[in-house]
């Protein structure tokens, strides 16, 4: 049923996409011209967004589920970077630590 298959990891920052794409509060005018005031909407707005959530109808949702998978995925690789680096940093830590607890002992023992 597809063709022209292509990793979106070559094309698209799915983070950025989704930062910047305003999410709007709204309501609908066929809703205003038929008298219902109390029943406001949030979501994007078709026209303002990057064509490729974008369908004949105006938004896709299935395009967006899939860009949001996407970005968790990316958020997950740069927690995990985050996380070796903090590992890293409390190893680096604890040998200073431990470099100065010697140089204290060694400037007690001669006091």
Do not use: C
Request: net charge negative.
């Amino acid at each position: 049923y597809k063709t022209n298959l292509e990793n979106i990891d070559v094309k698209v920052n799915a983070l950025e996409l989704i930062k910047e794409t305003d999410i709007w509060h709204y309501h609908l005018k066929s809703n205003l011209e038929g008298g219902i005031y109390d029943k406001p909407k949030v979501g994007v707005i078709s026209e303002m967004v990057n064509p490729l959530i974008r369908d004949e109808d105006g938004v896709d949702a299935y395009s967006m589920v899939a860009i949001s998978w996407k970005a968790i995925q990316q958020q997950d690789e740069v927690i995990k970077a985050q996380a070796k680096e903090i590992a890293e940093l409390k190893a680096q830590n604890e040998a200073i630590f431990d470099m100065l607890q010697d140089l204290q002992n060694q400037i007690d023992s001669k006091g």
